[in-house]
């Protein structure tokens, strides 16, 4: 069974930083792509960020563009999102999603990924 268990969310200001984990487990790590990401209250699900299953490609949404940065430690099954200069609508709850493509790119379509996980609250006050 594939489980995926992000921390590293919290409250923090305007202009600060959070890196978030997403550690996985029950799946061969190097064969799925991971994507980040995030849902505001009243808001639908957008897509943040994607990592490659190789070559460690990346892909970014423009709101996140130049602020985050995703990686990926495949020794330690986990994936990162490192989130910088952070806004008061960067606030949400915050999901990583894992799915194999066959071209090993991920997507920031959340309906192509079947692996979820319980998300982690991010809070940026002004």
């Known amino acids: 069974e594939v489980q995926l268990v992000e921390s590293g969310g919290g409250l923090v200001q305007a202009g600060g930083s959070l890196r978030l984990s997403c550690a996985a487990s029950?799946?061969?790590?190097?064969?799925?792509?991971i994507g980040w990401f995030r849902q505001a209250p009243g808001k639908e699900r957008e897509g943040v960020s994607c990592?490659?299953?190789?070559?460690?490609?990346?892909y970014y949404a423009d709101s996140v563009k130049g602020r985050f940065t995703i990686s990926r430690d495949n020794a330690k099954n986990t994936v990162y999102l490192q989130m910088n200069s952070l806004k008061p609508e960067d606030t949400a709850v915050y999901y990583c999603?894992?799915?194999?493509?066959?071209?090993?790119?991920?997507?920031?379509?959340?309906?192509?990924?079947?692996?979820w996980g319980q998300g982690t609250e991010v809070t940026v006050s002004s």
């Open positions: 999603a894992a799915d194999m493509f066959p071209s090993g790119w991920g997507t920031l379509s959340d309906y192509e990924y079947n692996n």
């Open positions: 029950g799946l061969s790590f190097d064969d799925y792509a």
């Open positions: 990592i490659s299953s190789r070559d460690d490609n990346t």
